[in-house]
């Protein structure tokens, strides 16, 4: 089980593996960003409590949906203990249920690209506004926990413009659904 009290960057590797499941669609997690709260000039959270950000703040174990440049609305599940403001940016994953529901979402794209990028995952998903502040255990999340656990990597996040080089983003090798690589990775053995 995922203690999502523990800070974004120990959480963020328990996640990849994870299935997640919301309004008819079940995604595979292969990579995640995490966001350290006052601690981290990228996250949302760097400056203090807004109305926008609120959930960010906690209880830990739930999402915080968003509306990305505009349109795209995407998702990260709240960790950290309550008033800390991190969590782990939901980047990419393998659509494994409600294939054909992913597709009407999405449109025609390559299997690979159905929940590649947070905006393209969120949309597979249906996140939406009023999902934020869910918690991930139910009823309209639901988190499952992987059986095995992966081999994975971390390098510089994604799409950001301030502390761009901490490799606080974490993904699966190999994955096809894995967005845009860039930085070497550094290779991390998986916990037990």
């Not at 990849?16 to 990228?42: F, I, K, M, N, Q």
């Not at 529901?101 to 390559?110: E, F, K, L, Q």
């Not at 659904?177 to 550094?186: C, Q």
Request: hydrophobic share 35%.
């Amino acid at each position: 089980m995922i203690d999502f009290s523990a800070t974004a960057d120990l959480v963020a590797p328990q996640l990849l593996g994870c299935t997640l499941t919301h309004a008819g669609v079940t995604v595979r997690l292969t990579e995640v960003e995490a966001y350290l709260g006052s601690d981290d000039p990228a996250a949302h959270t760097y400056r203090g409590r807004t109305e926008r950000n609120a959930a960010m703040f906690g209880p830990p174990g739930r999402m915080y949906v968003y509306l990305s440049y505009g349109i795209h609305k995407a998702g990260n599940i709240v960790c950290a203990p309550e008033g800390m403001g991190q969590g782990c940016l939901l980047r990419a994953g393998e659509v494994v249920d409600g294939l054909e529901i992913a597709y009407r979402r999405r449109g025609d794209v390559p299997f690979e690209r159905l929940a590649q990028g947070p905006g393209n995952l969120g949309q597979a998903l249906d996140l939406q506004l009023p999902d934020n502040g869910s918690p991930v255990t139910g009823p309209d999340f639901v988190l499952t926990p992987r059986e095995k656990t992966p081999d994975w990597v971390t390098g510089p996040r994604v799409g950001i413009s301030k502390n761009m080089d901490a490799p606080l983003r974490f993904w699966i090798p190999g994955e096809k659904t894995v967005s845009a690589r860039r930085g070497r990775p550094k290779q991390r053995k998986p916990k037990a």
